[in-house]
């Protein structure tokens, strides 16, 4: 494939996650759960809890494709690949969540996507070992993030702690696969700024 073929394939991808409605793979773990009953602001809540995780999934998407994008080694890029195709189950099952509780995606999306994009790109520059180990950090960190969502939710809406729980558990098994395919270990600073970064953009997300 020539660079210029590569590059349209890559805007279209782009395009497609920004613009177009996710498709899963798989069907969503809350669909045999019924609505609980929710008052207003509770709806509210829940709904600016699974924007955050859909924006999280719009990065995600953009991480693995500047990930893949540079990472050297075939198996690596499968890898990345295979993750990013279970990230768009979880982007299309946040999304239609939002929609059932009356919400909608954050604004700011094109941004976040870029953002991750070229963070994906550099990681993939820095080499395999690195490239696995900011996946590595970023799953674990999201993995964290849901894990504050859940108790956050209440008890009696599992049509979406079905969900989160089972993106939290999937994000548990990219982490695991980054580690076993040869991921370095970040150190500490690197990691805080991460965590900064990300806390910027969910506390943004949330009302915008």
């Not at 395009?15 to 177009?20: G, K, M, N, P, S």
């Not at 690949?81 to 999304?95: G, I, K, N, S, T």
């Not at 070992?129 to 964290?144: C, D, I, M, P, Y």
């Amino acid at each position: 494939m020539s660079i210029l073929d590569q590059a349209i394939v890559e805007f279209d991808r782009a395009l497609r996650t920004l613009a177009a409605p996710a498709r899963a793979h798989r069907p969503s773990p809350g669909r045999d759960h019924p609505e609980a009953s929710l008052s207003p602001t509770q709806r509210q809540h829940i709904g600016r809890l699974m924007r955050i995780n859909h924006t999280g999934e719009i990065c995600a998407q953009a991480l693995y494709q500047g990930q893949s994008l540079t990472a050297r080694l075939a198996a690596n890029r499968d890898a990345l690949r295979a993750a990013a195709q279970e990230e768009e189950d979880h982007l299309a099952w946040c999304q239609s969540r939002i929609q059932e509780l009356g919400g909608r995606t954050s604004l700011l999306n094109p941004l976040w996507y870029t953002a991750s994009l070229a963070l994906g790109v550099l990681a993939g520059m820095a080499g395999e070992r690195w490239n696995l180990a900011f996946l590595e950090e970023t799953e674990r960190q999201v993995e964290g993030h849901l894990a504050s969502h859940l108790a956050r939710i209440p008890e009696a809406d599992q049509r979406t702690r079905s969900v989160v729980e089972q993106m939290k558990s999937d994000e548990m098994g990219h982490a695991e696969l980054a580690r076993r395919l040869g991921a370095a270990q970040f150190p500490t600073p690197v990691k805080v700024a991460m965590k900064w970064s990300s806390r910027l953009m969910t506390r943004t997300v949330y009302w915008v």
